[in-house]
């Protein structure tokens, strides 16, 4: 049985090597692209700065005019942002300057206006000598005309949107994001919204799946319900095939018994499977194939089990799909707060709520009744990552945590 490390690089190995060559591009408003991939290189269309720039609350100044300090000069005038000073600054003057304002030709440093002090009469008082440069960004320091800022295949969030409406970007070349179908099998599953019989539940997958694609950057789209009857699951998932979507993942009927038909549907479909069971608790029994090109999930039902095989396994194929390379998975090391056993050969990831201290990161276990309890796990915003090689574990010992991306 590969771990869970294994599975992962080879949902990555086949991804890279099957996936579309050419992914369809779209254009996104600045305010539609967050959580986008750039399908084209953002190119500086000016040099960043265009000017050399002030950035502090000032007087601009020759340096060798301010030495020794205290120096007096005479205020030749002023100069604001978005303005510029005609002229060039002369021997012993100092211009008023703001903050984002050009710095007037001759001047070669700015100094701070908590170091200066007004002599009333037209003149200020630079009481420490300045150095050539200082508070000035040169013209072109940060990014020269024509420099590429961002490549394609870049994640797009809010720092990267500030970076393209920099460059004027605003209609930004990206790839089209991945849709997911989402198929959740089960005789007893009732969509959320209905009365379940006495032994029937609620599906809670779809919704859970959904919204990891989404935050996955990816975008979701819901097949519904499929009964564990082999004739109406093939149907449902020859449905989604036949749809415009990059990848399939189902929850439920991947286990060992009488009714997990997902892996004999798909193979009726013509699906080639690299692994279909993990060394993780929960999501043990993961399946991972190839089916009319492309990737598909069957993941285990339990709802914790679905969840962690999601974020394990799902999402690095989505952002491969989406143009970009995998996300790496949020893996911290945090001090337990209380002691660890856990059984088997298998790596556990146990819900975990994790606290910021000043001393770092802690974990403390949450109460949980396994791999379906939702409300154990609503405790908690993060997994314990406990290996089979130390099952187990002292308090204030330091151990592998994934955190919840959600919660971040
Ligand atoms: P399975 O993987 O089909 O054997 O399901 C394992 C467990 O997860 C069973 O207790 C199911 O009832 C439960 N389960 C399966 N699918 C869902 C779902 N969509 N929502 C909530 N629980 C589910
Ligand atoms: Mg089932």
């Known amino acids: 049985m590969l771990s869970w490390t294994e599975a992962r690089d080879k949902v990555i190995e086949i991804v890279r090597a099957r996936k579309p060559r050419r992914r369809r591009r779209e254009t996104a408003s600045l305010e539609r692209a967050l959580?986008?991939?750039?399908?084209?290189?953002?190119?500086?269309?000016?040099?960043?700065?265009?000017?050399?720039?002030?950035?502090?609350?000032?007087?601009?100044?020759?340096?060798?005019?301010?030495?020794?300090?205290?120096?007096?000069?005479?205020?030749?005038?002023?100069?604001?942002?978005?303005?510029?000073?005609?002229?060039?600054?002369?021997?012993?003057?100092?211009?008023?300057?703001?903050?984002?304002?050009?710095?007037?030709?001759?001047?070669?440093?700015?100094?701070?206006?908590?170091?200066?002090?007004?002599?009333?009469?037209?003149?200020?008082?630079i009481e420490r000598a300045a150095r050539p440069g200082q508070h000035i960004v040169a013209r072109a320091a940060e990014a020269r005309c024509g420099d590429r800022l961002l490549e394609p295949g870049a994640r797009i969030g809010f720092a990267e949107l500030a970076l393209l409406s920099q460059v004027g970007c605003s209609a930004v070349k990206v790839f089209r994001q991945p849709r997911v179908a989402v198929l959740a099998t089960g005789d007893e599953i009732v969509p959320p919204d209905c009365q379940p019989g006495p032994f029937e539940i609620r599906d809670t997958n779809s919704a859970c799946i959904a919204a990891?694609?989404?935050?996955?950057?990816?975008?979701?789209?819901?097949?519904?319900?499929?009964?564990?009857?082999?004739?109406?699951?093939?149907?449902?998932?020859?449905?989604?095939?036949?749809?415009?979507?990059?990848?399939?993942?189902?929850?439920?009927?991947?286990?060992?018994?009488?009714?997990?038909l997902v892996e004999d549907v798909l193979r009726g479909l013509g699906a080639e499977f690299f692994f279909d069971a993990v060394a993780i608790r929960p999501g043990r029994p993961a399946v991972f194939g190839w089916c009319r090109n492309r990737p598909v999930f069957g993941l285990p039902g339990n709802p914790v089990s679905a969840m962690v095989t999601f974020e394990l396994l799902v999402v690095p194929a989505?952002?491969?799909?989406?143009?970009?390379?995998?996300?790496?998975?949020?893996?911290?090391?945090?001090?337990?707060?209380?002691?660890?056993?856990?059984?088997?050969?298998?790596?556990?990831?146990?819900?975990?709520?994790?606290?910021?201290?000043?001393?770092?990161?802690v974990a403390r276990p949450v109460r949980w009744r396994g791999s379906g309890d939702l409300a154990g796990l609503a405790q908690s915003n993060g997994f314990l990552v406990v290996p089979p090689e130390k099952l187990s574990w002292q308090a204030g010992e330091s151990i592998q945590a994934l955190l919840r991306r959600d919660l971040l």
Do not use: C, N
């Open 212 to 260: 990891q694609a989404r935050i996955a950057g990816a975008r979701p789209v819901p097949f519904g319900r499929a009964a564990d009857q082999a004739e109406t699951l093939g149907e449902r998932v020859r449905e989604a095939l036949e749809a415009e979507v990059d990848v399939l993942v189902l929850s439920g009927g991947v286990s060992m018994g009488k009714y997990d």
């Open 35 to 125: 959580g986008r991939v750039l399908a084209a290189p953002a190119v500086a269309d000016r040099d960043s700065p265009a000017f050399a720039r002030a950035i502090r609350d000032g007087f601009a100044v020759r340096a060798a005019d301010t030495e020794p300090a205290p120096a007096v000069l005479a205020i030749a005038g002023e100069v604001r942002a978005g303005a510029a000073f005609s002229g060039a600054i002369g021997p012993s003057q100092a211009v008023r300057i703001m903050t984002g304002a050009p710095v007037p030709d001759g001047a070669d440093a700015v100094v701070m206006v908590e170091h200066t002090r007004l002599e009333g009469d037209g003149r200020v008082a």
């Open 318 to 361: 989505l952002d491969l799909l989406a143009g970009a390379g995998p996300r790496p998975l949020p893996l911290v090391q945090a001090r337990l707060d209380a002691p660890l056993e856990e059984k088997g050969e298998l790596t556990h990831f146990l819900p975990a709520q994790l606290g910021w201290t000043p001393a770092g990161l």
